[in-house]
């Protein structure tokens, strides 16, 4: 990764976080459900920008992701199914 | 295993409770399959052993160009198709778990009853507000062919409260109500019938309790809402 | 193999609980135990049989064959491999101890079903519960090693298609194990700080507690049982060619359905546990079909197994005979699993003697069966001598008779409950209990004739040929050193014959110590005793941490922290000085992993890990906020600009991370220091900020003595943020060893493995905190 793409990583990053506090300020009270999706989507894309570039999976072999992937595909399970089990 | 439950607890000719006849019906499908499959497939291992056992002489061995792969995806597809079918079976039977849709229509024809567990008991809120403890002389007590609706929670651990003549059973989890429903078609009383299937302490073994299955009219003076007054 | 020994004195501990519950269930209204002890009993019989038993037994199976048969010369990292063991070991001792405490030791079932457990009293449970955490640790650094070394320490042409099929097993089992075990240390990391510091995830019943740690247990839970019982298929798989004499029918199949099928699904079917909990009934029906789905492997499996007789030419010798049994075995336990797996069905199996006979058959049946296999196959490996083939086969007869007529009366007995310490004298109940208690004695029995023949194959067997089943394995390539002088000492389960394996224990450490040692009196001179001070400075610190309050406790926790650091210390001084220099890397078979090093693929392997146990913490938050009726509004405990800020300061420093990496890279050791420091002194800031906001946070009442719910919410947020806190404080330490190695010159252009690797913990820990943040301070 060149260091032009570090600090442009590291300028997303400072910028989705005070995005995602923007939202909650404007949508904490008018639309609760909304805010948190978006805050959900940007808290997700901060996490791969740092997992392509800063962890250079994008630069590792293919077998490498699944370490990053399969975790993440358990914990989705978890997740759907432990809400869906409250009723 | 037909009808072995219920020979355990009652004694005389009986009818059968639909919770039970469903139950047992799919039992049925299941034991079928089940030790069919286990009768076959052991069998083919002694048939084989037997078969191929190592007789002392030298004889080449054929070649295993395809290592038998065929086989293997035969008997796996026979097996794919049993467990299928059984599992059809096990969805055509969720009348049992599901909450009949008689109890929601208005009015309700079906019989609530709370059940709450604890440390080590069941206490029991019938409609006209009455509270009973499980003894040995409070047993549960429910019309004959109705449809009995119990909210089950608990108000310390898990417990599970379970009728396995009646081939219901549903956890007590505090903080939570879950429901399950029974229609008894024979009256009288059976001792322990209901027992609790879940680690719940020290008591754990001895929180049974009993249930009494009564004439509407006489449950309806004692335990029903006086609809007349 | 010390692995393999410590795991069968675990064993005949568990046996020994068993047999206690089998004579109290004897016969009806029996007191020969109290439901006092008889609770304590059914739950570390569980406990101990199923993590200190059953998985190390293969563990220690695999610790000494999968590197033979891969051609390797010991597993990746044998650090690592020691500090599992003595970890395993102290997680045992504590589990153990907790017996002759009082108030005596867990008692809720190894299912430690919520709240009970949490609220069973006195210290045994805790000591239980932080055994397990010991436990789980040393289960996924032993994962670490082992994926490491299968995927990278091939010999050359040892591709995968080569690889025998009980490494293939044995690398299935590690997947399971690396990915599962994380929820179990953060469920009972929960239940413990719940019993410790008065979190109330588990107590606090609005939030629905049991269904919080059913999902969390037995998400665990159902990986947790193959984990069980893919080495026992291993085993069959590897050595059934040998005895029928001709190859494994379908192979290929058995690899695919295994890696494609049962390890990924085995991570979707664990609410087939739950049917009973009220879940709604799509869910229940949706496991059913997953469960259902989860079985078609096994039924390849199974059926390749007793197809690969055909046409073969079958010898009944005493591994083929356990084979057999153990498949016979796995039929039978297997059907009746797909019975449970019917949600209608289970409303009458669940928590009855139905359930215990399915879980005995397969683990007992399937697994040991199969190890047992594995034991007298591989056993001419292991001492150079060949076991009494007569006693083998008795053994196996009496095994199987008397397995079977422990369990399969309890197929019968299911209107009974499981778990009960007494019952009435009605229906058919005393007399199946009295055959299944007939039958523990004999299985019980049966078992001393397997310690006598491993004895007697031990000190007086007679000699084996090199390669006695006429296997085409690596292991049988190299040969074993004949087990010298029958006055060695006996007692094999504690004490370790002189030279026999104490080579192989622990860390043989590189090629320049093992010749530096090889004059010295004493095995410890082998290896490293670093983690064996690591382990027991742990576990007598968690021990402190099982009796808090009090000065004892206060005491053991100095005491052990101090171990810990000073062995934490000393083996940083180790690497310093060099002493245990890795040895150099040799060609290899890598597919697919060619051009990653051995350490990276390692940190990602542990990162994987991480992710998973960050992951069910965060998971477990969520349950809770969903099911929590009121919690605190967003905004008003936090201080959301605060947060933002460190939120910033946490990026920074993931940026000048990667500027000190980029620095190395370049080759200028100067500027890595440079940015290294401002990483270092950005992490700290973020601590700081971190702590000063606990501080205002606890003064301004946002306790966990707090009233409800603001105790629920302070709980979650101290002990999640608590655990990334620790994370970012470990990563200020090794930044502290890392700069230090970096003034002493080490890191060049060509060699900064160290620097790379621990840019990618720190980048993961900047990613835990992307979710951390919103969950918190915004949601
Ligand atoms: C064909 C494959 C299998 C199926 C369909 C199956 C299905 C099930 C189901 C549905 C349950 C829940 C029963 C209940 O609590 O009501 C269960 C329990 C259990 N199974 Fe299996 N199972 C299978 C194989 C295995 C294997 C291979 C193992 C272990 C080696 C195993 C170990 C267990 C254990 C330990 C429990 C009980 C846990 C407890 O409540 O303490 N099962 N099984
Ligand atoms: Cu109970
Ligand atoms: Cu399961």
Sequence with gaps: MRTSVAFGVWAYMVIAVLTEVEIYYMLRTANYDLMTAAVSVLATSQATAIVVFNMQLKDEPGAIRLFALIPIMFLSALLIAELASLG | MREFA??????????????????????????????????VVIGMLVTFVILYRDKGDNKPLPEHKTEGWKIVLITVMISISILAAAEYQTFASFSNIETPSQCSMVPDPCINISVLGFQWGWQFTYPNGKVQLTTEDQPLTVPVDKIILLNITSRDVFHSFGIVSLAVKEDAIPGRYNTLWFNDTNLGLVTMAIRCYELCGAGHATMVGNLSVVPYSTWQSEFGVNTTG | MLYFFTSLYFGIIGAILALLMR???????????????????????????????????????????????????????????????????????????????????????????????????????????????????????????????????????????????????????????????????????????????????????????????????????????????LPGFGIIANIVPQFTGRPLAAKNAILVATALVVLPLSFGVWMHHMFLTGIPVDLQGAFSIATIAISIPFDVITLSFVESMIRGRVKLLTPMLFVLGAVVLFIIGGITGVFLSSPVLDRVFRGSYFVVAHFHYVMVGAAIFSIFAGIYYWIPRFTGRMYN?????????????????????????????????????IGNWALLNGIASVGAFIFAGAQTLLAANLLYTWFRGPPSPPNPWGSPDLEWKSQPVLTPSPTAPTDTSESPPAGGWIGQLATPASPATETHAAGAEHGEAHYSSRPIQLSFGAMIFLMGAAFYPGILAIGLMVIGGALFAVALGGW?????????????????????????????????????????????????????????????????????????????????????????????????????????????????????IKISEWVNLGSSGFTLSAPYPFNLAASAYYIIVGLHGAHVTAGLIMMVYLMKKTKDGEYTKESHEAIENFGLYWAFIDIVWCFIFPLFYLL
Excluded: C
């Design chain 3, 389 to 425: 083939e007569r006693l083998g086969k008795i053994h196996f007869v009496i095994s199987f008779i008397g397995f079977n007529v422990l369990y399969f009366p309890m197929n019968f007995l299911f209107d009974m409950p499981r778990r009960i310490f007494t019952y009435p004298n």
């Design chain 3, 572 to 688: 940083a001084r180790d690497d310093l000085r060099h002493k245990f220099a890795p040895p150099p890397e040799e060609e290899g078979d890598r597919w697919p992993f060619q051009g990653v090093s051995k350490m990276k693929l390692g940190m990602w392997v542990f990162l994987s890990s991480e992710i998973v146990l960050f992951g069910s913490f965060l998971a477990a938050y969520i349950f809770i906020r969903g099911a929590a009726v009121t919690f605190p509004a967003p905004g008003s405990i936090h201080d959301i600009p605060l947060g933002t800020l460190n939120t910033i300061i946490l990026a920074t420093s993931g940026l000048t991370m990667f500027l000190a990496i980029q620095a190395i890279r370049q080759g200028d050791r100067r500027r890595l220091m440079q940015w290294m420091s401002v990483t270092f002194m950005l992490g700290s800031t973020f601590m700081g």
């Design chain 3, 23 to 229: 004579v109290q269930l004897s016969v009806p209204n029996n007191f020969f135990l109290s439901a006092y002890y008889y609770d304590q009993a059914v739950t570390m019989h569980g406990l101990i049989m199923i993590f200190w038993f059953l998985s190390p037994i293969a563990i220690g199976l695999a610790n000494y064959f999968v590197p033979l048969q891969i051609g390797a010369k010991d597993l990746a990292f044998p650090r690592l491999n020691a500090m599992s063991y003595w970890l395993y070991l102290s997680g045992g001792i504590m589990a153990v101890l907790s017996f002759f405490v009082p108030g005596g030791s867990a008692d809720a079932g190894w299912t430690n079903y919520q709240p009970l457990a949490v609220l069973t009293p006195g210290s045994g449970t805790t000591l239980v519960y932080l055994g397990l955490v010991l436990l789980a640790a040393s289960i996924t650094l032993g994962s670490i090693n082992f994926v490491v070394s299968i995927i990278w320490l091939r010999a050359p042409g040892m591709s995968l298609d080569k690889l025998p099929m009980f490494t293939w097993f044995i690398l299935f089992t590690i997947i399971a194990m690396l990915f599962a075990f994380p929820t179990l240390i953060a469920a009972f990391a929960l239940a413990s700080s719940d019993r410790i510091l008065g979190t109330v995830f588990f107590t606090s019943t609005q939030i629905q507690p049991s269904i919080l740690w059913d999902n969390l247990f037995w998400f665990f839970g159902h990986p947790e049982v193959y984990i069980v019982l």
């Design chain 2, 6 to 39: 219920l020979a355990l607890m009652y004694s005389g000719m009986l009818t059968v409770p639909p919770t039970v006849a469903t139950f047992d019906h799919l039992l049925d499908w299941y034991l079928f399959f089940g030790v069919g499959a286990a009768v």
